[in-house]
């Protein structure tokens, strides 16, 4: 009993203290946790960036959130770090301390944030964006705040989180709620394709004389390596199709089809003939025929030359002109040759007058011809169309069709006249 | 000493008190609670007619449950932390040289695993392919079948059929119970392709949680003019989760 007596005391004492050790430490503890609840967590918080590339710079950072707390937001930290919760470690590569407010919604007060290097609980870093503005305005609810210049974090298929905290005051000191928002960064993925190179090309002859019957599907339908404008006369000018003396009511064609995204050139050059002088021109083959063409009396029609003009019947001359883009086998895109609405641009030498009407000139032609004509004799490569100044350059089997022209004067020599040509189409892609 | 210890042991125990908590999510239309833990141990498939609950025993599980009146998410492996993971499985889709007369199909993978409150979307903000001189294959802004011999880029997160028995339905592991992901609305039809450009490829219903694998399926037409060159397209994929 006397020990009891004695240690009662002593016992008393340590349990007090146990006690008062236990109160004190619940105590810290819930002082603890009340301090964390003082910061209410942020709802249906996200965060949208404008790329998911690793390292892509310039990308926007649209953070969305809703402010469970009503009250002054006057600053703001966001801090980027690999977990979303417990010690934060930057991403690597990542920098969202750049850039400026990019866009907003939901906020009360007009007043934009800015960057700056922080103070009170935020110190600017790559990782951390500190970002004030002055404005005692109470913001509540769903809120949506986009900063640009953000630099993506470098490690691919990654995940980032962003710890968002904001304040009542403009020091980062008194904070109101926090929350975090999470996105990634992947693996870039490549599609690839390739495109071949297409140009299908082909020259032949047609019964088709108008823009808009098709002289073939494409150019395996075209045939015919000549045409024949029939037998001349003083009194007229025969313009293919002929078919009265011997013409065969053909005219000549040249389709295309190409993806060249910079455009074809066609050009023609005349077959320099065997013989002597005017090669070129429609002419009796092997025929020794004067140097100046001005003379009439050779075995050679005199080419009208590189620059267009009419033809007058009688008055010798020999050229050629494209009557129209036919757009009969256009399938890809909408053609018609009578709005102008065609990619293959004829060139001025042999557009006939220039208008997109279809020519009248057909058959024998009395007096003087509707439309010009044009050819060089000299087997100079001549240009007669081209999609490279056209807004569209890519071509869709558009035909030209050619018509040929010539009349003879009354010394013009009997005989078989012919000119040849190469057709050339130059795509650059 | 003793004292000293006592005081040691109390820190610890609260400390281990304070650490312990899990956060999973309950909801119902009268209740919910943000943060609770399940202890060791669970059943899979416990219910009666006005409860069901999924748990799991030892770390092996995270599961939903959910009837009329409760739902639940529960687990060792519930996060306890807003959790995002996106991994794109696929670096190079070579859809080779595209022809007028048929249809060029490729596809690629990629998986996302996230415990959100209200789901993830998955959007792709990339132009469609283009050459280095900025020639675009067209894509398909409105959802449509492959058409050979029109120029046409598109795809979707389907098993398709047409024009090729390529691509795979969104794989949700373990299944469906577990994770909801799926394709979103213009990429969820089989055999139907699309591509816009910001468009949200795919999505989760309501949150987004699990493990879900989406393949993308590719599709590219031309026609007999479309421009020659090599398109190419560096699919940017952006995941938005809302927690």
Known sequence: ?429 | MKRVMLCLALIIALSIVAGSHVFAQYVSPSYKAEETFFGSGGELDASSSNYKAQSSVGALGVGYGSSSNYQAYSGFLTPNEPFLEMTVNTSLVDLGVLDSTATNTGSANFTVRAYTNSGYTVATVSAPPQTSTGVTLTPMTSQGASAVGTEQFGINLRANTSPATFGADPTLQPDSTFADGQAATGYSTVNQYKYNQGDVIAQTNTSGWGQTTYTISYIANIKSITRAGAYSMVQDLVVVPTY
């Open chain 1, 1 to 429: 009993m006397y020990k009891l007596s004695t240690h009662t005391p002593i016992q008393l004492r340590r349990s007090l203290f146990i006690i008062q050790a236990v109160v004190l430490l619940i105590a810290i503890y819930f002082m603890a946790v009340l301090n964390q609840a003082n910061a209410a967590q942020i709802t249906s918080r996200s965060v949208t960036i404008s790329s998911g590339v690793p390292s892509a710079t310039s990308v926007t950072y649209t953070y969305g959130f809703t402010l469970p707390t009503a009250g002054n937001v006057q600053s703001i930290q966001f801090q980027a770090c690999t977990t979303a919760v417990g010690t934060c470690t930057g991403p690597t590569g990542q920098n969202i301390n750049l850039g400026t407010e990019a866009s907003r919604s939901g906020w009360s007060s007009a007043t934009t944030f800015t960057k700056s290097a922080g103070g009170g609980s935020c110190t600017a870093a790559n990782n951390v964006l500190c970002i004030s503005r002055s404005a005692a305005v109470s913001e509540s609810g769903a809120k949506t705040l986009g900063w640009n210049t953000q630099t993506n974090p470098s490690t691919a298929n990654s995940s980032f989180f962003v710890r968002i905290t904001t304040y009542s005051d403009t020091g980062w000191t008194t904070s109101v709620d926090t929350g975090t928002v999470a996105s990634a960064v992947v693996q870039t993925l490549t599609v690839n394709a390739a495109v071949a190179e297409v140009l299908n090309f082909c020259v032949g002859s047609t019964t088709v004389d108008d823009a808009t019957t098709s002289v073939g599907a494409d150019c395996s339908t075209v045939a015919g390596t000549s045409l024949n404008i029939g037998t001349l006369d003083t009194g007229s000018t025969n313009v293919s199709p002929v078919n009265t003396n011997g013409g065969d009511n053909k005219n000549g064609v040249a389709m295309i089809r190409t993806n060249a995204a910079s455009g074809a050139v066609v050009s023609y050059d005349s077959i320099q003939q065997a013989g002597s002088n005017q090669l070129g021109t429609l002419r009796i083959s092997g025929a020794s025929c004067n140097a100046s063409s001005a003379i009439l009396t050779d075995q050679c029609i005199r080419a009208i030359g590189t620059s267009q003009a009419t033809i007058t019947a009688g008055t010798e001359n020999f050229g050629m002109t494209v009557g129209a883009i036919n757009c009969g086998s256009v399938s890809s895109y909408t053609c018609t040759f009578s709005s102008g609405a065609y990619n293959l641009a004829r060139d001025t030498a042999y557009d006939g007058n220039g208008t997109n009407t279809y020519t009248t000139d057909s058959g024998p032609v009395g007096g003087t011809t509707n439309q010009g004509y044009a050819w060089d004799d000299g087997g100079t490569s001549r240009t007669i169309a081209s999609s490279a100044s056209s807004t569209t350059k890519v071509i869709d089997d558009e035909a030209m069709i050619l018509k040929f022209a010539a009349t003879p004067s009354i010394t013009t020599p009997f005989g078989l006249y012919a000119a040849q040509a190469d057709f050339i189409a130059v795509p650059t892609y």
